[in-house]
């Protein structure tokens, strides 16, 4: 699930029973950082939440989902009468005027983003105490319900068609200055008409990355890159990994690193080989989930192409 941990409270987990060797300055400065995991636990589904403001525009109807940087709801929109769906974002990302510019910013970005396979976001919004992006409502299903439903691994042509679509979309926000940083199956969306779509874009990054150092890391250890994990400086690369794990996943019916996996892991402990593949298919997972960035393919789309011709091959033979 997501995860949001301060910088500040991380801690290496691993108990020691033995004093360990001493550790240069760089271990030294590595292990400050894992001090404690805090993980953001959702409120009960059936806990009552609401819009502070009561003559709100919109009427809250089902709570959709939960994560790090706060909740999603279906609402009815009272004037325009459609359904939208609404992130009201978690208190934190907006406890300062800093953090409010930031999250301005970012939604400014992401309005930008027109692609038919992003999620549309309509505008920011503020109901009391609240803000909220209103956001197009798709129906449908994540892709990470319908993994837990194949109990397995999809067709190859399926989970390279999702990943090559996804790639697109990715490209096309990281050409446009955006990045996602928090590229799960839970993140992409398969339509009720068929149609891909990449959600929660800028969310993630405002809360956690973007191409500058911030106190907080945000994201899925499973999928999150090393550098993510270790809060370091972020580019394009990150996504780049975080897609590869989900290609691994759809491709070989589980994860790279272990599900639960220790954030403190995926920052200093490169994942185990890619196995289950053919040795065409891992090389190119392999060299999109390096864990040096710069051992990774520039381009996310150059990754999909790339992953389509070894799968290509693969049936050739």
Avoid: W
């Amino acid at each position: 699930m997501p995860i949001v941990v301060h910088k500040s409270q991380l801690k290496a987990a691993q108990p020691q029973a033995a004093p360990p060797p001493p550790k240069t300055p760089e271990e030294e400065a590595t292990a400050r950082r894992f001090s404690k995991v805090v993980m953001n636990k959702p409120l009960r589904r059936g806990e009552y939440f609401g819009l502070d403001d009561p003559s709100s525009r919109y009427e809250i109807t089902e709570i959709l989902g939960e994560g790090g940087t706060g909740r999603v709801v279906r609402a009815i929109d009272k004037i325009l009468e459609m359904e939208v769906a609404i992130k009201i974002l978690a208190p934190r990302l907006v406890r300062d005027a800093s953090s409010l510019a930031d999250l301005k910013r970012e939604v400014r970005i992401t309005l930008s983003l027109v692609h038919p396979h992003i999620l549309r976001i309509y505008n920011l919004e503020k109901s009391g105490l609240n803000y909220m992006i209103i956001m197009e409502l798709l129906k449908g299903n994540p892709l990470s319900r319908l993994l837990s439903q194949a109990q397995g691994v999809f067709e190859p042509d399926f989970s390279i068609q999702v990943v090559q679509v996804a790639a697109s979309a990715l490209g096309y926000a990281h050409r446009h200055g955006v990045l996602h940083l928090d590229i799960n199956p839970a993140n992409i969306f398969l339509t009720d008409d068929g149609v891909v779509k990449v959600i929660d874009f800028g969310i993630a990054k405002l809360a956690g990355g973007g191409p500058s150092k911030s106190d907080y890391i945000v994201g899925t250890p499973e999928y999150m890159s090393p550098e993510q994990a270790r809060g370091d400086m972020l580019d394009a690369r990150s996504d780049i990994y975080s897609l590869g794990v989900v290609a691994a996943q759809l491709l070989t019916g589980h994860t790279l690193h272990a599900s639960g996996v220790a954030v403190a892991t995926v920052a200093t402990t490169p994942h185990p080989p890619v196995q289950g593949v053919t040795q065409e298919v891992a090389a190119v997972l392999e060299c999109a989930t390096a864990f040096n960035k710069e051992d990774r393919f520039a381009d996310v789309e150059e990754f999909a192409n790339a992953l389509a011709a070894a799968a290509a091959t693969r049936q050739d033979a």
